[in-house]
C-alpha cells in the first residue's frame, strides 16, 4: 500500500496579467509546507507535476525547504488545470445579460461573484453548452483518468508520492475515485486551499480516500491570511 500526497499549487496571482506566476502569499504557503513536512519526517520516493509554471514553482520552494531532494521529477499533462480564463471569457460572450457577468464587469476584483459565476461556467462546460470551451468535459475527465492510472503505476514502486496539481485536476481526480457526480465534482474544486494536503492509499487494483483539504501547515489565527482559493 502506497501513500499519495495530492497538493494544490500555492497561490497565483489573481487578476494579475500573468496567473500562472506565484504571488509572494503562495511563496509563503510553500515554504510552511515544505516546513511541515520536514518537521514531520514526511519523506517521498516520488514526486510528479503538471505542467504550469505555479505547479514547477511550488515544487522548487518545497526543494528548498529539503522536500524531495533525493527525488526526481515527473511532470503529466493530465495534472494541468482547465483552462478557466478561456472557459469565462466564453460564457461571458454567450451570455452578456447574465447577473454575475455583469457584477465582473462592474468590479473585476470581485473574487464572490467570481467564483459564483466560475460555478456557472463549469456546469455549462459538464452540460457541452460552452461552446467556446479550449477541451470537452469529456476529455478532461479523461486526462486526469490518464494521470490517475500513472500514479498507480509509480506507486508499485513508491511508498510515498508528492503530487502538485491544481484544484479543478484535483477536484476531478477525486471524482473519480468516489464516483461523483459534475456537480458534486465543482463543490469539491471550490473548497479547495492553496497547498492544502489531500492524502489517498493506492494499493495494486484500489484507492481511498484517507484526508481532504488539510491545512495543517496553516493553523492558527496567525495563519489564517494565508488560507486562500485563488
Not at 468535459?137 to 506507486?155: C, E, N
Not at 475515485?177 to 473548497?191: A, E, G, K, M, R
Request: proline share 3%.
Amino acid at each position: 500500500m502506497s501513500e499519495l500526497y495530492l497538493v494544490r499549487h500555492a497561490q497565483a496571482s489573481f487578476a494579475a496579467a500573468c496567473y500562472d506566476d506565484l504571488s509572494q502569499i503562495g511563496m509563503a504557503q510553500s515554504r510552511l509546507l515544505g516546513q511541515y513536512f520536514v518537521a514531520e519526517d514526511i519523506a517521498f520516493d516520488s514526486i510528479v507535476s503538471g505542467e504550469m509554471q505555479r505547479h514547477r514553482q511550488t515544487i522548487d520552494v518545497l526543494r528548498e525547504s529539503g522536500v524531495g531532494n533525493a527525488c526526481s521529477g515527473v511532470t503529466h499533462a493530465g495534472l494541468n488545470e482547465y483552462d478557466f480564463r478561456t472557459m469565462m471569457q466564453s460564457f461571458c460572450e454567450a451570455w452578456p445579460d447574465h447577473d454575475l457577468v455583469r457584477a465582473i464587469e462592474t468590479n473585476q476584483e470581485d473574487r464572490k461573484a467570481y467564483f459564483r459565476l466560475l460555478r456557472c461556467v463549469l456546469m455549462a462546460w459538464s452540460e457541452n453548452q460552452l461552446a467556446g470551451a479550449p477541451e470537452s468535459w469529456s476529455s478532461f475527465q479523461k486526462r486526469v483518468t490518464d494521470a490517475r492510472a500513472t500514479l498507480q503505476g509509480i506507486a508499485k514502486q513508491s511508498k510515498r508520492i508528492l503530487v502538485v496539481s491544481s484544484g479543478g485536476a484535483i477536484s476531478m481526480f477525486l471524482g473519480s475515485v468516489l464516483n461523483l457526480s459534475p456537480n458534486h465534482v465543482f463543490d469539491l474544486n471550490l473548497q479547495i486551499m492553496n497547498t492544502s494536503v489531500t492524502r489517498l492509499f493506492l494499493g495494486p487494483a484500489t484507492i481511498s480516500l484517507a484526508e481532504f483539504n488539510a491545512v495543517p501547515h496553516l493553523v492558527g489565527r496567525e495563519q489564517a491570511p494565508l488560507r486562500t482559493h485563488s
